[in-house]
Nanobody, 111 residues
């Protein structure tokens, strides 16, 4: 069974940082593209960042220069480092290894 478990969410002030982690089991991330999505209240789920299995990364325009996706295939985990956080970043963040999703972790950025 494939399981994805996010951790690292919480409450942070504007300008602060958080690092989200996604621990995977039942799937080898070395052979997978991995992604982060987020969904704010009343909004659709949107792509945040992705890491292709062969190295290239991609980011939503709204987070470029502030967020960094990385992976540790030996630990079967991947991460989202979030810096210079803004209230607009407040959302539930989900890790994805298509077609599987984690349960989400709340990130709240106070004004």
């Amino acid at each position: 069974q494939v399981q994805l478990v996010e951790s690292g969410g919480g409450l942070v002030q504007t300008g602060g940082s958080l690092r989200l982690s996604c621990a995977a089991s039942g799937v080898n991330l070395a052979f997978k593209n991995v992604n982060w999505y987020r969904q704010a209240p009343g909004q659709t789920r949107e792509f945040v960042a992705g890491s292709a299995l062969d190295g290239p990364t991609s980011y939503a325009s709204s987070v470029k220069g502030r967020f960094t996706i990385s992976r540790d295939n030996a630990k079967n985990m991947f991460y989202l480092q979030m810096n210079s956080l803004k209230p607009e970043d407040t959302a539930v963040y989900y890790c994805q290894v298509n077609p599987h999703w984690g349960q989400g972790t709340q990130v709240t950025v106070s004004s």
